[in-house]
């Protein structure tokens, strides 16, 4: 009878538990947050980080606590001579304050060049370990060989976020991060950072261990958004070189044409003190970006020509003075830190 009693206890629950387990990782899949332990999963959800922040950084960058900071960083320099030129053009006219460069790709050449020509230009490097485009894909800096288990048959990096966490290995991935580090050097590029392209690096632990060193290895500043900082742990302590970003913002899938301008001026009106990060995508609504990006308009031809027209708008210009916003880069950080 109480054998019978317990299991009548224990049977909801174990069912309540299971359930609580597949409809969170339903929703990892359904949001392409490639998270499969459950550990990791639960404090994702939980959403609480244990980490210590980097002490002193906004006095030593020469504001106060109550300023507001900002970043704006144009991502995925090099895709594209339309990424490119928009994104040239961005920097050179103070639009944004940083960008961040992928090495794979085929016009990171253009990138060198800009590089030297401008020396002052802010430029991190976005490490890139997918090709998510359907008829535009790339491999990675080292030869296929070298690297099985993050490629395809055909030799290129893996189309979505997911194969590449469930089949990477880490050595392997240490040796293509440091190939993508070591390349951008090699043109010109002197990197003041590094992120993420797609938050790739960001879910499984052994392979965001490898981000964290590479970065530290070669004293570069490393980009974690807050949400990532809950792998941080008393046995797993955050590194120095790690900048945790408390406010992270970026435009997100599904967001409408009529909404693009209020939610960057609602971004930058919003904005707290301390250091944020606003990422966007520049490119313009052309041939090559449409061709590049079909059957894709998130992140798409469009997008990154409304990213763009937002950025170098009036309107914003304002909005940034209206909230006395003072724009940092990552070299400014790097210079704290090095």
């Known amino acids: 009878m109480f054998s019978k009693a317990i299991k009548k206890i224990l049977f909801p629950v174990f069912i309540t538990s299971l359930a609580l387990v597949v409809l969170t990782f339903a929703y990892f899949e359904h949001k392409e947050i490639p998270i499969y332990n459950l550990k990791v999963a639960a404090k994702f959800i939980l959403g609480?980080?244990?980490?210590?922040?980097y002490e002193g950084l906004i006095e030593k960058l020469g504001y106060s606590e109550n300023d507001k900071l900002l970043i704006i960083q144009a991502d995925d320099i090099g895709l594209a001579k339309s990424v490119n030129?928009?994104?040239f053009e961005a920097l050179k006219k103070g639009y944004v304050s940083s960008g961040s460069v992928m090495a794979t790709c085929g016009y990171v050449n253009e990138v060198g060049e800009f590089a030297v020509n401008n020396p002052n230009i802010d430029l991190g490097i976005h490490l890139t370990v997918t090709s998510e485009w359907r008829d535009y894909r790339w491999g990675g800096i080292l030869p296929a060989i070298s690297t099985p288990s993050m490629v395809n048959k055909k030799g290129e990096l893996k189309k979505s976020k997911k194969k590449f966490v469930l089949s990477a290995e880490p050595l392997e991935l240490k040796k293509e991060l440091q190939a993508q580090i070591d390349l951008t050097k090699s043109i010109g590029i002197r990197p003041t950072h590094i992120d993420s392209h797609e938050g790739a690096l960001f879910f499984n632990q052994d392979l965001f261990r490898v981000y964290l060193e590479v970065g530290e290895e070669n004293k570069l500043p490393v980009f974690v958004p807050k949400m990532v900082a809950t792998h941080f742990s008393e046995k797993f302590p955050k590194p120095e070189n790690v900048i945790v970003i408390e406010n992270f913002y970026m435009a997100q899938k599904g967001?409408?044409?009529?909404?693009?301008?209020?939610?960057?001026?609602?971004t930058l009106n919003g904005l707290k003190p301390g250091v944020s990060t606003l990422i966007v995508h520049l490119g313009f609504d052309d041939d090559e970006m449409r061709l590049i990006t079909v059957g894709h308009p998130d992140y798409g031809a469009k997008w990154r020509e409304l990213d763009y027209r937002s950025v170098s708008s009036k309107k914003f210009e304002k909005a940034l003075k209206r909230n006395n916003i003072k724009l940092i880069t990552w070299k400014e950080i790097q210079k704290v830190l090095y």
């Open 48 to 53: 609480k980080p244990n980490y210590t922040p």
């Open 255 to 266: 967001l409408k044409t009529d909404d693009w301008e209020s939610f960057y001026i609602n």
């Open 85 to 87: 030129k928009a994104s």
